[in-house]
């Protein structure tokens, strides 16, 4: 679970025209983000794109795998991008669009979600005096 800098750097370059691209190291891979939407990973210098319903069969009509933090446990949430999408910037720069345009709708997704109601507090009781 390793990320070249070599990589790293060549990613960010093909992303160029992304609003506000950055990458912050975590769990051993990489996170990348736009502003602060996060909306790929890398892991061991494979790129992966954030996705949902409306982007997801782009990837699975390519046979692309799904991001696996753990052996047998895919996370489908997270999709490799195809190398002929990566090699080629404004493509690539397209499918950040749909991955950001996920995680904004993840993100608002979960401040319009309705908070749960907390039980009421049980009242004591007044010790007894002795």
Not at 103 to 127: D, E, F, W
């Amino acid at each position: 679970m390793s990320v070249s800098d070599n990589y790293r750097t060549y990613i960010v370059d093909q992303l160029a025209a992304v609003p506000s691209v950055s990458t912050r190291r975590m769990f051993g891979g990489i996170g990348v983000y736009s502003g602060e939407l996060f909306f790929a990973l890398i892991d061991d210098d494979v790129l992966f794109f954030k996705v949902d319903d409306s982007n997801r069969e782009d990837y699975v009509s390519r046979k692309m795998k799904a991001f696996m933090p753990f052996p047998g446990q895919p996370s489908l949430g997270y999709f490799q991008v195809p190398e002929d999408v990566i090699e080629e910037a404004e493509e690539l720069t397209r499918w950040a669009r749909r991955a950001i345009e996920v995680a904004a709708n993840k993100k608002v997704a979960k401040t319009q979600a309705p908070k749960k109601k907390q039980a009421p507090a049980k009242k004591r009781k007044p010790a007894r005096k002795r």
